[in-house]
């Protein structure tokens, strides 16, 4: 069935250091691939989404682009904040109607000053 | 613009009590509603999810129920709650016919 892998952490960065953390997909199909991210405490918030190879998702500087020949997505920024510490998942998506979502595990980001 | 609300955000429940935790949503219409829950250390699991009314979809076998009784309302819940039903448990929607989903902000319950 549908898979998704995400680098375990936590990822430990200082301050305006590069991220990259790695995602990659098995699917049957053609999917959607998204990025949420989820801060201490709270529900998970759509930070970037492709859905078709080759597309690049960007949002808050972060970036990802639907690598279909390497089925991967990961994700990139190029100067970490303190704030982005925090939980990010990648997932993908099958069908139109949603509930075919696969989520990673999530990979845990502590970006320290 | 649409919003998602659940509550409580926090519950701490002795181990055989029942459980009820709502989720509604504000500015749409027939959406798509789901329920997952976030174990400690693991990813998200996708328990319930609805299209309409009254039409709920179970994904994993346990002892939580789900019930849709109005077009913008989801309701989790559980007769007898068992230690393993500790968890982070999060809502979401997504509009009919399109994948994005939009979590609530999760309700953290604690089994004692």
């Known amino acids: 069935g549908d898979s998704v892998t995400q680098m375990e952490g936590p990822v430990t960065l200082s301050e305006e250091a590069f991220l990259t953390i790695n995602c990659t997909y098995t699917?049957?199909?053609?999917?959607?691939l998204f990025w949420y991210v989820q801060y201490p405490g709270e529900g998970l918030q759509l930070l970037l989404k492709?859905?078709?190879?080759?597309d690049k998702g960007s949002n808050k500087g972060f970036e990802a682009t639907y690598r279909k020949e390497t089925t991967s997505f990961h994700l990139e920024k190029g100067s970490v904040q303190v704030s982005d510490s925090a939980v990010y998942f990648c997932?993908?998506?099958?069908?139109?109607?949603?509930?075919?979502?696969?989520f990673g595990k999530g990979t845990r980001l502590l970006v320290k000053p | 613009s649409q919003t998602i609300h659940q509550w409580p955000a926090t519950l701490v429940q002795p181990v055989g009590s029942p459980l009820s935790l709502e989720c509604t949503v504000e500015?749409?219409?027939?959406?798509?509603l789901y329920w997952y829950r976030q174990a400690a250390g693991r990813g998200l699991q996708l328990l319930f999810y609805?299209?309409?009314?009254?039409?709920i979809s179970s994904e994993v076998p346990q002892n939580l129920s789900a019930s849709r009784p109005q077009d913008r309302q989801f309701i989790l819940s559980s007769k007898k709650l068992l230690l393993s039903d500790s968890g982070f448990y999060l809502c979401?929607?997504?509009?009919?016919?399109?994948?994005?989903?939009?979590f609530g902000p999760g309700t953290r319950l604690l089994v004692l």
């Open positions: 979401a929607w997504s509009r009919t016919g399109q994948e994005t989903q939009y």
């Open positions: 500015g749409t219409s027939n959406p798509n």
């Open positions: 699917a049957t199909g053609y999917p959607s």
């Open positions: 997932a993908l998506s099958e069908g139109r109607q949603g509930f075919s979502f696969i």
């Open positions: 492709a859905t078709k190879a080759d």
């Open positions: 609805s299209v309409g009314i009254g039409q």
